[in-house]
């Protein structure tokens, strides 16, 4: 059975674009076109989509706002953001509010129906270049976190008690291998918590798995 899409697109030129691809390819079937936000949300009343190709920027009701109403009403449906904006704010904001791939416009007509059958499929698809600036957002993050959470870095000592508490460790089994006193590991324990901001032995496993402080996590 082909599959019903729609294309969202302020430009005929984009949507006849997208249709050059499609329309002599069985799989396919366009069933409408809409040029802005409130005119997408007519055309689903109307007609039975499974997936649409949504443009971001539109006059009035942009296509976030577009596709967050076209999810909440139809929740099977597959959207898929196509678009030039190839930053991590438009990608999240599309992503969060429903989508289930976003293309660059300057993809070809390979990947845009490798776009279909991977969301049809109930997989994310990105492109080269969105994956590209999402795995770098990630990364700044994670730098981030590792250089601005602990004010206070961790002495040698303290992240061998660290390393040791993640290991499940007692307290006498960590004053053992360190042969230090358990008074001792208690106090860079204590420490530990300070500099974390954790409340527990629990927290302070969380922490280190969520800013992979060790290379073994």
């Known amino acids: 059975m082909s599959k019903k899409i729609a294309i969202v697109d302020d430009h005929k030129i984009v949507r006849d674009g997208i249709k050059l691809y499609l329309e002599n390819d069985n799989e396919y079937n366009i069933v409408g076109e809409a040029h802005n936000g409130p005119d997408a949300v007519n055309l689903l009343n109307k007609e039975h989509v499974d997936l649409v190709f949504m443009d971001i920027n539109m006059d009035g009701m942009d296509g976030i706002e577009t596709t967050r109403h076209l999810i909440k009403d139809h929740p099977d449906l597959k959207i898929i ?3 030039m904006h190839n ?5 999240k904001a599309m992503m969060d509010a429903g989508a289930s791939g976003y293309l660059l416009k300057n993809c070809d007509e390979k990947e845009l129906k490798s776009a279909i059958s991977s969301v049809m499929e109930d997989d994310v698809y990105y492109s080269k270049e969105v994956a590209q600036t999402v795995m770098n957002n990630l990364a700044r993050k994670k ?8 004010a206070t870095p961790l002495t040698p000592r303290e992240k061998e ?3 040791l508490i993640l290991d499940e460790c007692s307290n006498q089994e960590i004053a053992d291998k360190l042969f230090i006193s358990v008074r001792t590991v208690e ?3 204590r420490n ?8 527990n032995t629990t927290g302070l496993v969380l922490y280190a798995v ?3 402080l060790f290379d073994s996590l």
């Not at 930053?87 to 990608?91: E, P």
């Not at 530990?192 to 409340?199: D, I, P, R, S």
Request: aromatic fraction near 6%; glycine fraction near 4%; proline fraction near 0%.
């Open 81 to 83: 953001a196509l678009t």
């Open 87 to 91: 930053d991590y704010q438009h990608i």
């Open 143 to 150: 730098a981030k976190s590792r250089s601005d959470e602990l």
């Open 161 to 163: 008690v660290y390393e």
């Open 187 to 189: 106090v860079h324990k």
């Open 192 to 199: 530990l918590l300070e500099k974390t901001g954790a409340k």
């Open 210 to 212: 969520k800013n992979a």
